[in-house]
């Protein structure tokens, strides 16, 4: 059974709004590297229609869009290339590599768990959360980066109960932003 793997990017005051965090090459290069760790991604319906407008190439043209440095290209052929799934009761198709996943969350979880090698690595806010609740995650990585941002959305806002989580691996980046790995204690 693979392991499900969530990793995101925080501020150091805890706030995990996207347009917050800053990316370099060095940062692209880890996420792709975590991408290219895993079978598939596992997104909810607002970070998949979030990553395919970002990083999906044009159907017409196969263009990136102008905001695109040369230096992101390698982490955007790596998630357009990816195997995801999405968790959404809303959406009605979805395409971009992708199948929508639909029902029992912890039963259907387990299943694509079951069908890993390399396991899963989920992204977003609200899935993540569901995930730790039923746990089924094994795997946090916080990408903190440098910056105060002062609001939110913070992350596992409202969890039922506290997870403990034991360090397992931290990389510092020339940025200053700090990846630090942990696995649930079970």
Known sequence: MGPL?????????????????????????????NIARADALLFGRVTYEMMEAAWRASAQTGARPDWMESWMEPFARTIDAAKKYVVSS???????????????????????????GKGLLVGGVKLPQA?????????CEFVVQPRLAGHGPTLFAGLSRP??????????????????????RR
């Open 131 to 139: 995930l730790a609740e039923l746990e089924l995650s094994d795997e």
């Open 5 to 33: 793997r969530y990793s995101i990017n925080v501020t150091l005051d805890g706030c995990c709004d996207h347009r917050e965090g800053f990316a370099d090459e060095e940062l692209h290069r880890h996420a792709a590297e």
């Open 90 to 116: 809303t959406l009605e198709w979805v395409d971009w590599n992708a199948e929508l996943v639909r029902g029992d969350l912890g039963k259907a979880v387990r299943q694509l768990k079951r069908e890993s």
């Open 163 to 184: 997870i403990d989580l034991k360090l397992v691996s931290r990389l510092e980046y020339g940025s200053g932003a700090v990846a630090m790995r942990y696995e649930p």
